[in-house]
């Protein structure tokens, strides 16, 4: 078999309202799909991360660079594969944007094996697990979300089953170096320091004892801050919290997993097996958050995972995008020992939930089947697609 072609499918969905974490205001939700065909007939399909970027970017290595890789190639061979794709663009970007979209290209590989082998993907991978825990990830901010609406909104979820939820932390202008300053729309849904106290408060007292909480600092704070902030909210029985500081703040980020109790997850914004091994072997994390559409793909996350398990940590993948993005992390974390746990984003986005013939759904109980058909085992709801592409993403 060979590769024939790389191509590319840009999608964009505007919410009615937009929302935002820490640092980063989300009016949109950009999506960058990647197709890989074969001259068997077989195509593959895989998702490269644009989170807050122009879709073009990130296109522009898939269709320029990465493309001219892998043409006339056997798409078997994802190693080989993988390696050219980085090898031939070291000097220009060894992570970043150049890892999303070989993310794009390596899901997309996968995918194809999986058809050709007639084999669900995950169980090409091993098959650790058949179904996966789902945990609510939201409590954004927004205009007018105020604690009580948070709390309202996150209570919906433990209601419906969720046994984990997330909110969002660190809006807070007040706080010395937050990079929201530097970020679009820094005036929006500000919180202070006290107000995210009250608003993780409210929410815990939503939810009851027996919902685990989990909070998203996006990155926002200091160590000092972060330090500070979750000695206020220790009480408040916290189950992780993630990206507490700046990614390259590698000692940063030890020390805060060294001072506090709560596990220290992350870091999503990192890319790379040589990025996320100095957030393991460091102890910057306690728990280690890659995602295949963003890290380097299936193949570079399931090396990011080893790497986890020989260091006794647990792996949570970053998941929020398409619902390519769920099932391709979905995949992966169900082949992982050391894993089980499936972010699944509730804000609405058709993208998400409308993209599959089938939606992934989250069973009553807060479990979630992997599909038992070959390679992503997923088909794409052709009017969907027609609804929500465009043709050029830049204005
Ligand atoms: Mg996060």
């Not at 990155?219 to 500081?245: C, G, Y």
């Not at 100095?278 to 280690?288: N, S, T």
């Amino acid at each position: 078999m060979r590769i024939t072609d790389v191509t590319t499918i840009k999608l964009r969905y505007e919410p009615p309202l937009a929302m935002a974490d820490a640092i980063h205001y989300m009016p949109e939700r950009p999506t960058l799909l990647v197709q890989v065909h074969t001259d068997e007939g077989i195509v593959g399909l895989g998702e490269a991360a644009a989170y807050g970027g122009f879709l073009e970017s990130t296109e522009a290595l898939i269709l320029g660079e990465l493309r001219r890789t892998v043409l006339g190639q056997d798409p078997f061979r994802i190693e080989r594969l993988w390696s050219m794709m980085a090898t031939r663009a070291h000097q220009r970007g060894r992570r970043g944007m150049l890892m999303m979209a070989i993310s794009g290209v390596d899901i997309a590989l996968w995918d194809i094996v999986g058809q050709a082998t007639r084999t669900p993907l995950y169980r090409l991978l091993g098959a650790y697990r058949d179904t996966l825990d789902a945990y609510a990830s939201a409590g954004f901010y927004a205009v007018g979300k105020d604690a009580a609406a948070l709390a309202e909104e996150v209570g919906g979820y433990a209601a419906r089953g969720f046994k984990t939820v997330k909110i969002k932390v660190g809006r807070n202008p007040d706080v010395m170096l937050n990079p929201l300053h530097d970020m679009h729309a820094n005036d929006y849904a500000l919180a202070t320091l006290e107000e995210d106290i009250e608003r993780v408060r409210a929410v815990r007292a939503a939810i009851g004892p027996g919902v685990r909480l989990a909070i998203d600092a996006n990155n926002a704070w200091t160590p000092s801050v972060a330090i500070r902030f979750m000695r206020q909210a220790e009480a408040l029985d916290i189950h992780w919290f993630e990206e507490p500081v700046a990614t390259e703040d590698v000692d940063g980020s030890a020390e805060v997993a060294r001072q506090l109790d709560v596990p220290v997850a992350g870091y999503e914004t990192e890319t790379g097996l040589a990025g996320f091994r100095e957030l393991i072997a460091r102890r910057a994390v306690d728990i280690v958050q890659p995602d295949v559409i963003w890290t380097g793909g299936i193949t570079e996350c399931r090396k990011v995972a080893a790497l986890a398990q020989a260091h006794g940590l647990p792996v949570i993948p970053h998941v929020f995008s398409s619902a390519v993005a769920s099932i391709a992390n979905m995949h992966y974390i169900a082949s992982l020992p050391n894993g089980g746990l499936l972010e699944f984003d509730q804000n609405p986005n058709p993208l998400r939930s409308e993209l599959f013939e089938e939606p992934i759904t989250v069973s009553p109980d807060g479990t979630v089947p992997l599909p038992n058909r070959p390679g992503l085992g997923v088909r794409i709801n052709q009017a969907t697609i027609d609804r929500y592409r465009v043709e050029r993403h830049i204005p």
